[in-house]
């Protein structure tokens, strides 16, 4: 898989959000390059509990710029924000008990970002600035 960069298409034209889309993007990156079977299982543990602190801070930077400036989105995103959570941390507890591999979370993650990032936020982000 090559590296992702930022695009345009992205922009959500909110720069907090865009701000930190783009370190989610390099997260994105970095866990596909340190995530292996050769890698120190520790080191990659730490590496996802890294993600999901990410990913819920995020979700409440989101969720707090909606409740201020689009309320109305703020119940929907709330709900998309707890799935994806919930999700990741099934992913990662079926990973430690080796049932899920590196490969298949980087999958998820990738996805996610090409649906809920780039659709979704940009949807409800871009009449802010
Ligand atoms: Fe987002």
Redesign the pocket.
């Known amino acids: 898989m090559p590296r992702f960069d930022w695009q345009y298409g992205y922009q959500t034209n909110n720069r907090i959000?865009d701000l930190?889309?783009k370190y989610?993007l390099e997260l994105m990156n970095r866990l596909h390059e340190e995530l292996g079977a050769n890698v120190d299982p520790i080191y990659q543990e730490r590496l996802l509990d890294e993600l999901l602190a990410y990913a819920r801070f995020?979700?409440i930077s989101?969720e707090n710029i909606l409740l201020k400036y689009l309320p109305r989105r703020f119940a929907h995103q709330q709900r998309l924000h707890e799935v994806l959570v919930q999700e990741l941390q099934k992913k990662i507890a079926s990973m430690k008990a080796g049932q899920t591999t590196a490969q298949e979370i980087v999958h998820f993650v990738v996805e996610w970002f090409f649906t809920?990032?780039v659709t979704?936020?940009v949807t409800d982000f871009l009449p802010l600035s």
């Open positions: 959000v930190q889309h989610f995020h979700f989101e809920h990032t979704e936020d």
